[in-house]
């Protein structure tokens, strides 16, 4: 019989937790549609970075992506001035929009690209390659638009993307389940998949295996950065304004969400699913803090406790423990190894 995961198990249970302590509190108002559509609305932008969090910390070797924000505040704002240059929002906002989306996709592209290269052929720690880069993406978005919001206006087809619906379910987040459910089944069923888990889990043998692990690093930071792009399209299409300081604490989140999701952070082991479980139960856990009435810093006080617990939960296995001592309640007459 497969092992349970126990870090599904726990994100589950944790959702059914905050939903029915949420709707007690609130008096059902927090279970509303209204309620619900909103907070979907808000997962998938950190989800996607998320997910590019999670992608960098199973190629292992201390794997980070520190400037996933920075990566997706520049795509919104050089796609954004690109694209405002050949399409007034007004006259064109099918041309605009295909545009502005498809320069932020190919501008993360490039700095995930140029993360990957600089940490796969020149041997520079992740961390610090990440955090580099953080700074540059951060002046060149500066440089361009001056310190200045650049307003992208609200073009029908971007503003459906940021705040639509298709059968009550936002598109955005439509759009982040089927980027994770592509990206799960890629790292699930595919050679990339499995090199980029060899990869984490042992360098050394990944080294020896004769696969091109620098090609798979590259790859892996590209994708981050691909995540990145499409976040800062999300984030201008839920915004008229795209500003290069937007989301300032999105990093911490980005790590907490991943870290939640049970992503080793020696490399070797990350769940798409997990991470997606992980970013609504973050969000849940947000919009029930401002029912509650507490304040923004209450609630950086409260990731940074979380953060800390998760990385002690998982420095320890204790997840691990859980799903045996529930495996073996399902199983009782199996045979002992």
Known sequence: MRKLDGNFVLLVTLIVVLLTIGGFLSGGTYLSLFNLQSMANQVPELGLLAIGVMLAMCAGNGGIDLSG???ANMA??????????FFPVDEAPVAFTITFILGCA???LIGGTLNGLIISRLGITPILCTL??????????????DGRAVRIGAPGPLYELGNGYVFGIPWSFMLFIVTATILGVVLRYTPYGVKLMMTGANQKAAKFSGFAR???????YALSGLLAGLSGAIIAA?????KWDYGTTYLLIAILIAVMAGVKPDGGYGRVINVVLSAIILQLMSSLLNFIGLSNFVRDLAWGALLLFFLFVNRFALVEHFADLLSSRRSPHAPKP
């Open 214 to 220: 620098a090609r798979i690093v590259t790859v892996t």
């Open 132 to 145: 580099g880069t953080q700074m540059f993406f951060t002046g060149v978005t500066v440089v361009l638009s």
């Open 238 to 242: 839920r915004n008229v304004n795209v």
């Open 76 to 85: 919104g704002v050089a796609s954004g001035l690109f694209a405002l240059q």
């Open 106 to 108: 190919v501008v993360g």
């Open 69 to 71: 924000i920075a990566m």
